[in-house]
């Protein structure tokens, strides 16, 4: 068995046995799971950089997400030690979604759940072979399927802050844009609930009855409401009423009991169809509230849709009117005991952008990417400028633009555990439901 390390994104990181070496995050668990894994079968793993990874045969990129792509190309992409290298690169983990923009930086990519069968796969590229159904060798695209785990990862991992147990897979929901809950067969938590997961590892049919399962000496809680008025949430099958929400913040405002919480609401934003009305919705509700003794503080966290592969989304046309970055830390509502604030850390219309064409690149977006990763020009520009130049550039509409259930998408090589058929048949529900279509 040849020499394997983990590559970490910095310029300076020596190899270590270290059993515990960190990615500075405990974020990171599908990569402490392959670790784990591979050392439960004899096969013991280093961590390298750019610099150092030419000291082993295979280095293994974890993709936590798209953002890891860029990362990866920012680091690898000028590096002539990498253009040049003799090890074999493999790429996988829940931000491998797109291989297009991985191409010439990597070798292999491997799609979904690694940990069962990780041994066997490395045996693979070390021998140069990609015969597995979820591994691809990206000098020669083929359809794949995302490995999917059949049960949950039986060990403890010694992570930090603290050891992690995976104690449920997946979501019973099927939120039309979450790649998560695509990408994941349901395996549910051990405990007494077992519906729909909606908050902080509690499931429970209804957002009101999650809500008051929830630990009342935290003082924070976490909850995703995933679109700004009613038409939203039900057309993206996030069947959360503005009753319910009204119901639930006056139910923890009079029976919480501490006289302050703070309350971390996600939200996604910019769907196709999606209004002032539609944003301005969401603040009646909460100023319709009738507040009892605990006075809650919301955090409110907009992400702007993104058409994730293997979900119904991925058929949508993308909304870029709403830059949430400029309208960061703005106070969204302010009434007695309820004061809701949009986060301070918001995304931009270019930063959306950028997660779009990661998304949906192609073999013809390499100078696209390039110019993103690249350009010293365009890293002058504020996000705005950026915005504009690319526009003005780039033809951007095959990002942008809405994809027929009937013609293949950029990501056209994937096949999750659900039917490509029946996401299809979704993705006319959601477009029926936004309006798009009669």
């Not at 280093?46 to 293994?60: E, P």
């Not at 995304?347 to 690149?361: G, N, P, W």
Request: overall charge positive; glycine content about 6%.
């Amino acid at each position: 068995m040849g020499k394997i390390a983990f590559l970490v994104f910095k310029n300076k990181v020596k190899p270590s046995r270290r059993k515990n070496q960190s990615f500075d995050w405990s974020g990171n668990i599908g990569a402490y799971m392959v670790i784990d894994a591979l050392r439960r079968t004899g096969i013991e793993v280093d961590f390298c950089s750019v610099a150092t990874a030419k000291l082993f045969d295979l280095v293994l990129i974890s993709m936590t997400s798209v953002h890891d792509t860029i990362n990866l190309l920012c680091s690898v992409g000028r590096s002539r030690e990498w253009a040049n290298r003799t090890f074999k690169v493999l790429a996988g983990g829940f931000g491998c979604q797109n291989i297009y923009p991985l191409q010439g930086y990597v070798d292999y990519a491997f799609f979904g759940r690694a940990e069962n069968v990780i041994g066997k796969i490395v045996q693979l590229v070390l021998d140069g072979s990609d015969d597995h159904e979820s591994l691809m060798r990206l000098d020669n695209v083929k359809p794949v399927k995302v490995c999917q785990a059949t049960e949950l990862y039986p060990y403890t991992l010694d992570v930090k802050p603290c050891a992690f147990t995976e104690n449920s897979l997946g979501c019973a929901n099927k939120c039309y844009f979450c790649h998560y809950s695509f990408a994941r067969k349901w395996i549910p938590q051990k405990g007494e609930f077992e519906g729909a997961l909606i908050w902080g590892g509690y499931q429970q049919e209804t957002f009101h009855d999650v809500i008051k399962h929830a630990d009342t000496h935290l003082g924070q809680l976490s909850t995703a409401i995933d679109g700004f008025s009613e038409r939203l949430r039900f057309a993206t099958n996030k069947r959360i009423s503005n009753a319910e929400i009204k119901e639930t913040i006056e139910w923890i405002s009079n029976n919480w009991g501490p006289a302050k919480m703070g309350l971390n609401l996600y939200c996604i934003g910019n769907y196709p169809t999606e209004t002032e009305d539609d944003r301005s919705e969401l603040a009646e509700i909460f100023r319709s509230c009738k507040m009892g003794r605990t006075a809650i503080s919301v955090m409110m966290k907009v992400f702007p849709l993104i058409p994730a592969a293997l979900t119904p989304s991925a058929y949508l046309p993308v909304n870029l009117d709403i830059d949430w970055n400029q309208r960061r830390g703005q106070v969204y509502v302010d009434a007695p005991k309820l004061r809701v604030k949009l986060s301070p850390f918001l995304k931009s219309r270019y930063s959306h952008l950028v997660e779009v064409i990661l998304e949906r690149a192609t073999v013809d977006s390499q100078r696209l990417i390039e110019t993103i990763c690249f350009s010293a020009k365009l890293k002058r520009l504020n996000s705005g400028e950026k915005l504009v130049a690319l526009q003005k550039t780039f033809d951007l509409t095959p990002y942008l633009r809405e994809y027929s259930v009937d013609e293949p998408l950029p990501e056209w090589y994937f096949e999750g555990y659900m039917p490509r058929e029946t996401i299809k048949i979704m993705a006319q529900k959601f477009k029926k439901d936004l309006g798009l279509i009669p």
